[in-house]
Structures are given as C-alpha cells and as structure tokens.
C-alpha cells in the first residue's frame, strides 16, 4: 500500500514532530534552532536524559520508555505527523566498536520509522518526513555471524530497510555530513537519510563553512570553520604534570610528547596563547624558583609573557587525544569526534627562550564539549558530569539538524529560536 500526502505549503498547526531517542536534545535543539518552535514528543528511555531534554524543552511532551513501547495512535491523537526524527544506538553499527560483539537487536532499532509508519496506515497520520542520523557505517547494515557483521552480507538489511519506505510511497536518499562545514566546532561525521511522501524533492543543505585555506573561504562565499580554541574556557587552570600526586602513565606521556614535537617544537605555526590568559594559566604551574615563571605578576602580563627572549616565558597549547591513531590536534581546528567518555585534554607549554620548563594538562570539561558539539551557550546541562559527557557524546551536533529542516521543512521555519546561534 503505497501512501500519498500533498506537501503542506503552510506550516500546518496540527502537525507534529516527534524526536526519537532524543538523548540530550541535539536534535530537538536543532529544530527548534532552525523554527523556533520545541517538538512535540520526545522519547528515550534513559531518565537522566529525559530531565535533561525537559528542562531545554519543557513545552515537548516526554516518555521516558523504549521507544518501541509507545503507541503510535495513542501518541498522535489524530494528528499528522510533519517531521519522524530517529537517533538510534550507533555503538552496534559503529567501527569504533572494534572486534567487539554486536546486538542485533540495537543494529535493528531503525526499524521503528516502519512500524510507525504501518502502525498510522488507516489514520492517514503517517510521517509527510522521516529523518535518521547515525554513523556512516550504518549504511553496511546487514545481519551477524557469530556476533559480528557477516561480511558477504554487508549492506542488506540497509537495502531492505530502504525498500520497506520505498514500498509506502517514500522517496528515500542518505549522505554523509560533516558538522564544521555547517557551523559546529567539530569535525564529526555523520551519516543522515531523508525520506518524504509529499511528491517534493529532498534537498541537501550546501555547506556554511569551510577550510580557511580553500578558495571558497579566501572569496568570501564560506565563512571559515569554527575551531577548538574559540570553545575552551581559558579561566580554567592548567595544573602541572610534574606536580600530581599520581604520576600520569607512560601512554599519556606518549601522547603529550608526540602532540608536543608535532604541534610545538616542529609546528610552523604552534598556537600561542594569548597574553593574558597566559600569565592566567602560568599562575597555576608547580612553584620552582623565584626566577621561575610562577610568581611573576598577573598585574602587568606584557610584563610576564613575551614573544620570545631569554628572560620570559611564552605559552603554547595543543589538544591530547585518548582515542584513536592520532595522540592530537591543533587549537586552530574544529574539534575531532566527542566520545562518550573523556577523551580530550587540554595540553599548555611553557617555553622559556629555547626551553620548556613546565607542561600543564586538564581534561575538557562537559560546558567545553557541549559548546564543542554545537550547543547553544544557553543551554542547560543537568545530572552528573559522567552523565553529561554521556549525553554530548551521543548527540547530533544541532546546525546539522537546523540546516537539513531548513532545506526540507521551510513551511515550518517562520519562528524566532530562544536558542542563541552559536556557543561561546
């Protein structure tokens, strides 16, 4: 049976859109970024999740329960849905997972837009837009062997889950989109598929931002790409590591000498801290002697640091990584992938003429990595700081959203956000 519905050329009162696994709120964010309107239901069956989307969200009706617990017509109420927002669990389709064990059961969560979907049949209250946000390896979706993804059928039951919208009158397309080009301070891709039964063309946002070395940028046709910098909090200090009560482990210092030989001593261009805040953040480093850099008065920094010189010291940062093949990355670009857990941390160097003489480290804290994702500055984070990190890292970075409702769902974008447009 295939479904039919006439885009709706005026943002229709008595439709509704619905965020599915919607965690901390990325997604509602990025609605209500790009419409200034909240959704109307959210669901995950995660309780701290919940708190924290209902005090971003308090207008959104919440269940906190298994998404697949909830009762499509019962939830409607008879009313249209314009825009279906899925986030199902990347962990199982993710190649971060490794050699590890997968479920098919989290792999198979996808299916929640068809059910939905034959769920409201006689109710004509199908979907007009469905979209899904994962990693990009869901595209090679397909059934497990012996607990791991059967290689000679990789990308099947992607296949089948496409064709099962295709059957209900869905025209269907997916791509990979990256956060910094639309504004986010992040590099983190994502994968995202747009299904609609309206007899309209699915657009693809063009990108905002760019390298700022690439022609588009130089021109002036892209803004350059937000970078790590600009999201830290420089009133933070940066204790020594030479200093700890416990001793950093032979792999952390690995990582701190290669991103420094890298990002340092062999950069053509290492990210100088500014004056101020580096005077701010030498005040914190382990007391030596009083020719040493603690001590020296944060009264008259141009005084305490300079650009070079025998006599004072200069500050340098670079950002540690605790994933992955890289050890680091500079200040100067968008921050790579936020994880669940704490991986990244701030790493400032103390250079006093040709040599360094203290090194700090402190890992980003949870406002850093929500401003880092995308988030608002305004925006609230409640629950523990595991549970706040937990909740970035398993987000869409919102200008992502606002971008693809804004090329989809432009009926719909005639409000003002309370949300600020950029984090700081």
């Known amino acids: 049976m295939k479904l039919h519905r006439n885009r709706i050329r005026k943002a229709d009162v008595n439709e509704i859109v619905i965020d599915n696994f919607a965690g901390g709120g990325g997604a509602s964010t990025g609605f209500e970024m790009a419409t200034g309107k909240s959704v109307n239901i959210a669901v995950n069956h995660d309780l701290a999740a919940i708190e924290m989307h209902k005090a971003n969200h308090p207008d959104t009706e919440h269940y906190q329960e298994n998404v697949f617990a909830v009762n499509p017509v019962e939830a409607t109420k008879g009313r249209q849905i314009g825009l279906f927002w899925l986030s199902p669990d990347c962990t199982h389709h993710s190649k971060a997972k490794g050699g590890k064990p997968v479920e098919q059961q989290i792999r198979a969560l996808a299916w929640l837009a068809v059910q939905w979907v034959v769920a409201l049949l006689k109710t004509n209250c199908h979907p007009r837009v469905i979209m899904l946000e994962n990693v990009p390896e869901f595209a090679d979706w397909g059934p497990l062997k012996d607990g791991k993804p059967d290689k000679e059928l990789k990308g099947s039951t992607f296949k089948s889950f496409v064709k099962a919208l295709e059957v209900f009158g869905y025209k269907v397309e997916w791509k990979e989109l990256v956060a910094c080009d639309y504004g986010a301070p992040t590099s983190r891709k994502r994968f995202f ?17 760019g390298d700022p070395e690439s022609l588009s940028v130089k021109s002036g046709k892209l803004k350059p790409w937000r970078v790590t910098a600009e999201i830290l909090d420089w009133s933070l200090p940066v204790p020594s590591i030479f200093d700890r009560k ?89 921050l790579h992938t936020i994880t669940t857990k704490d991986r990244f941390a ?79």
């Open 193 to 209: 598929l747009v299904a609609r039964c309206d007899d309209e063309e699915i657009d693809w946002p063009e990108p905002t931002h």
């Open 246 to 334: 416990k001793p950093l482990v032979p792999n952390t210092l690995n990582r701190i000498e290669k991103g420094l030989y890298k990002f340092v001593i062999n950069s053509d261009k290492p990210y100088m801290v500014s004056e101020d805040i580096a005077a701010f953040l030498i005040s914190y480093y382990t007391e030596r002697t009083e020719n040493e850099v603690r001590g020296l008065s944060l009264n008259s920094p141009l005084h305490t640091i300079t650009a070079g010189g025998n006599r004072f010291a200069v500050v340098y940062a670079f950002m540690t990584k605790y994933y992955g093949q890289s050890t680091a990355q500079g200040l100067n670009e968008p």
């Open 346 to 424: 701030l790493t400032t160097c103390v250079v006093k003429g040709k040599q360094v003489i203290d090194i700090g480290l402190r890992m980003l804290q949870p406002h850093e990595l929500f401003a880092a994702q995308g988030f608002p500055d305004n925006y609230i984070r409640t629950g523990t700081k595991a549970e706040q990190i937990r909740r970035v890292g398993n987000s869409v970075p919102p200008q992502l959203v606002e971008a693809l409702v804004r090329a989809n769902l432009p009926e719909m974008c005639t409000g003002q956000s309370r949300f600020k447009k950029e984090a700081i």
